[in-house]
């Protein structure tokens, strides 16, 4: 059972442009949701998390969505820059908070 | 700035070999993760630590074992090692209270198989 759901494996997006990438989940209790960066060789790296008493969270460039009755986050990146380009990992913590789904991943390409 | 170090960073290994791959975190953080990843999938959790001697199963079935001897050591362990265990094991942790710490991740081991 796929936790959480990335239906987008790429995205490219013109610098200076806003990039939306988007995660689907499953219905839970609670949520906290979070996004994680990847770069190739390297580990995750936290980027912007948020919980369901939330709608929406902010920081610098980067905004969290969520859409609680449509069981949908998105990340905002405005404006979109070259060293954005990563591969994009939406995760969802675990109801007994001691695990994390992750979904399959969105790579993000930023044109100069 | 995340202290958590994995080697080694690449290994490439005969079949039927046995292997380890070492996790350590200075942050002294109670759970400890070991995922599995391969290109353009999720990150599946293989194996789990609430903390010293305690480890669980993760989600997806893994011929690997684990051990928590030490807060900050969470090696894995392939006792013979098999073309299919050729991916990338990324290992986490996270502290161990309140319900919003985010996981730390070490830089990864792509572990091939021949």
């Known amino acids: 059972d796929q936790q959480v759901k990335q239906n987008s494996p790429s995205l490219s997006v013109q610098e200076g442009r806003i990039s939306i990438l988007n995660c689907d989940y499953t219905?839970?209790?609670?949520?906290?949701f979070l996004w994680y960066k990847k770069y190739p060789a390297e580990g995750p790296t936290f980027l912007i998390s948020i919980s369901s008493i939330k709608d929406k969270n902010e920081d610098g460039r980067f905004t969290v969505f969520l859409n609680k009755s449509a069981k949908h986050l998105s990340l905002h990146i405005v404006p979109s820059q070259p060293g954005d380009s990563a591969v994009y990992f939406c995760?969802?913590?675990?109801?007994?908070?001691?695990?994390?789904?992750f979904g399959s991943g969105t790579k993000l390409n930023v044109k100069p | 700035e995340a202290d958590i170090y994995q080697t080694p960073r690449y290994l490439v290994i005969g079949t039927g070999k046995k292997i380890t791959l070492e996790c350590s975190q200075t942050?002294?953080?109670?759970?400890m993760y070991w995922y599995q990843q391969d290109p353009g999938m999720e990150l599946h959790l293989i194996h789990y630590s609430y903390g010293v001697n305690s480890t669980e199963k993760g989600d997806l079935s893994s011929e690997s074992t684990v051990s928590r001897i030490r807060t900050e050591h969470f090696p894995l362990t392939l006792e013979s090692a098999r073309p299919s265990h050729t991916s990338q094991y990324l290992c986490?942790?996270?502290?161990?209270?309140?319900?919003?710490?985010?996981?730390?991740f070490g830089p990864g081991t792509r572990l091939t198989v021949l």
């Open positions: 995760a969802r913590r675990g109801d007994n908070f001691n695990k994390f789904y």
């Open positions: 986490a942790s996270s502290a161990g209270t309140g319900a919003y710490n985010e996981q730390f």
């Open positions: 219905n839970s209790m609670f949520d906290y």
């Open positions: 942050m002294g953080h109670d759970k």
